[in-house]
């Protein structure tokens, strides 16, 4: 499946911003998909996600309470909503998805294969 994120942005801390993730001719039904996100200099780290049958939601510790990760299977579009940003939150956001992730591995970035090109987000102080 591949994937293409958007709606990323300047926005200053305590502002929103609201990223989209589609896919391209292919359904997230049955996908696990997670979004990710690699500051400069760092490593690209987990930020949410949702279990392929859409039962369970995931977060990061450090972004629970301000984000919401929500997809809609009929529009193959996978959502994060991003509320009280703060500048440690700048930074490339990056959708993948899976349909054999294992839930140990959820969190890994080496767990997935489809990567899209991602959006950057810039949080101003």
């Known amino acids: 499946v591949q994937l293409q994120a958007s709606g990323g942005g300047l926005v200053q801390a305590g502002g929103s911003l609201r990223l989209s993730c589609v896919t391209s001719g292919r359904t997230f039904s049955g996908y696990t998909t997670v979004w990710f996100r690699q500051a400069t200099g760092k490593e690209r780290e987990f930020v949410a996600g949702?279990?392929?049958?859409?039962?369970?939601?995931f977060y990061a510790d450090s972004v629970k309470g301000r984000f919401t990760i929500s997809r809609d299977n009929a529009k193959s579009t996978l959502y994060l909503q991003m509320n009280s940003l703060q500048p440690e939150d700048t930074a490339v956001y990056y959708c993948?998805?899976?349909?054999?992730?294992?839930?140990?591995?959820?969190?890994?970035?080496?767990?997935?294969?489809?990567w899209g090109q991602g959006t950057l987000v810039t949080v101003s102080s």
């Open positions: 949702i279990w392929r049958d859409g039962s369970k939601t």
């Open positions: 993948t998805a899976s349909r054999s992730v294992i839930l140990s591995s959820l969190r890994v970035p080496s767990s997935y294969d489809n």
